[in-house]
């Protein structure tokens, strides 16, 4: 198994956990912050999302650029 196909395994392992991360953060914002909160809760949505959803579509694209190189070669 080549370092290539290690490290887009490994960035598919991190886009999972970002997306698991997202389901659990929101949970707790739903929870325990939004019934406090002024802001409305598509505010916490969109600001998750953005810390985590984004950077999971980030590394789940690179991780397939990744797998394609690999197995052109």
Known sequence: MSKRRVFAAFLYVIAIILVVGFGFRLWIDYTVHYPYG???????????AID??????ICFAVGIAIKRRTVKK
């Open 52 to 57: 985590m959803l984004i950077p999971a579509a």
């Open 38 to 48: 002024s802001a409305p809760f598509y505010l916490y949505v969109i600001e998750r």
